[in-house]
Each structure stands twice: as structure tokens, then as C-alpha cells.
């Protein structure tokens, strides 16, 4: 073959290389776009509660799965199990990043020096996060903790702790309480737990009126 022929045959199959290579590429451009294949990394487990959090909101904690979440999160269901053991987990440690949003206990329990102030506090906190999630307070958002549930236990006992921590740094803080409030028949920690008990209740019911109960506590310590 003459050197000019074969420079033209090559010129021949270049060009039809060239050819079937864009029409392949354009093919596989506008199968991925039909596809658009599901992202599998997910940036940080907060990403997920946030996300989990949101259909709470939106829909009720009876709403929150595995593969709706990851759905929402544009994720396989597979990487939300890298996170969560169980949907009763995602469940769970959503409800308590929900307590945590709507509280914010570790940030602001150190700033009462009021015993009372710091319940109402908590009332009005409860009060804005009903409207925040609808129903969260209410006795069936909260009964999946019961029975087999025991992780799902031990996160919400986990919070309750540290409201509890927060009552009782106001109470250690208010020097209008009387020096003789306290002692064999009532302790601090008995006067802290029986407000707390009030003030789950009155949640549980979404009775965010806390009158009687900062009635209870004058009558009492001060």
C-alpha cells in the first residue's frame, strides 16, 4: 500500500472511531441522565436526623423508616444501616435529636438562677416544639419506648438525665429558695424528680399550661 493510501485509510478509520465514540458517549450521557444513579455516601449521621427530623415534622414519627429516610436523603437503604442498626435505632436516636432541638438543655440549663424560671422556660420550649412537630409530645409518640424497644429506652433516659441536671443546676442556683426546704422528708433530688414526673405528664397530655405546677413549687421551697 502506497504511503498515500494508507495515510487516507487511516484518516478513514479515525474517522470512524471518532464517530462511534461520540454517538457511544452521548448514548451513556443520556442513559445516566434517565438514571440518575442514587448517591451511596451520605455526609455525617447528623444529616440523616436532620432529614429524620424534618418528616417528623412534617408527617409524624410513625413516618420515619429506613428506606423513606433514604429515600428523602437521595441514599440506598443500605447506607443508612451503616449509621443505624434497626429502624427501631433510626427511630429512636431521632426522638432524641428532637428532645435535643426542641430544649437545648446542655446549652441553657446553666443559665437559670431561678428555680421557676427555668420551668417555665421548659414549658415554653415544649410549647413551640408541639408546634414544630405536631403530636410529638402526645402519649403515642412517645410509647414505642416501651416493651422491646430497650435501646430506644436508654436514648430517651439519656435525655430525661439531663433535664433532670438542668432542674436541679437551677434549683442549686436559686437563693430565694428557703434555707429549711429541704431536708430528711424532702430531698432535692425527691422535690426534682416529683417536678419532673409533673412536667413529663403534663407533655405527655400537650398541656403546656404549667400554672398549677409553679403553684406547687412556691407552696413548697419557697
Avoid at 448514548?27 to 440518575?36: A, G, L, P
Avoid at 437545648?104 to 417555665?120: G, P, R, S, T, W
Avoid at 409533673?198 to 412556691?218: F, T
Wanted: aromatic residues 10%; contains cysteine.
Amino acid at each position: 500500500m502506497s504511503g498515500e493510501n494508507y495515510d487516507k485509510k487511516q484518516s478513514e478509520i479515525t474517522a470512524h472511531l471518532l464517530t462511534n465514540f461520540n454517538q457511544l458517549d452521548i448514548m451513556n450521557i443520556v442513559q445516566f441522565e434517565r438514571r440518575k444513579p442514587m448517591n451511596t455516601v451520605v455526609t455525617s449521621k447528623e444529616a440523616i436526623l436532620e432529614v429524620s427530623r424534618k418528616i417528623i415534622a412534617e408527617d409524624g414519627w410513625t413516618a420515619v423508616s429506613i428506606r423513606n429516610v433514604a429515600g428523602k436523603c437521595g441514599v440506598s437503604v443500605g447506607s443508612i444501616y451503616n449509621y443505624f442498626s434497626s429502624k427501631g435505632d433510626l427511630v429512636a436516636q431521632t426522638i432524641e435529636s428532637v428532645w435535643h432541638d426542641i430544649f437545648h438543655l446542655y446549652e441553657h440549663a446553666e443559665d437559670f438562677d431561678d428555680f421557676i424560671k427555668c420551668v417555665k422556660w421548659i414549658f415554653e420550649s415544649a410549647e413551640k416544639g408541639g408546634e414544630k412537630y405536631p403530636g410529638f409530645f402526645s402519649l403515642h409518640s412517645m410509647s414505642f419506648l416501651s416493651g422491646e424497644k430497650s435501646h430506644g429506652k436508654k436514648l430517651m433516659e439519656r435525655s430525661r438525665k439531663h433535664m433532670r441536671n438542668g432542674l436541679m443546676s437551677a434549683l442549686n442556683k436559686d437563693s430565694n429558695v428557703r434555707s429549711d426546704a429541704f431536708g430528711e422528708s424532702l430531698s432535692k433530688e425527691q422535690f426534682i424528680d416529683i417536678i419532673f414526673s409533673m412536667i413529663v405528664s403534663a407533655l405527655l397530655k400537650e398541656n403546656y399550661n404549667c400554672g398549677a405546677i409553679i403553684e406547687i413549687i412556691k407552696r413548697t421551697i419557697y
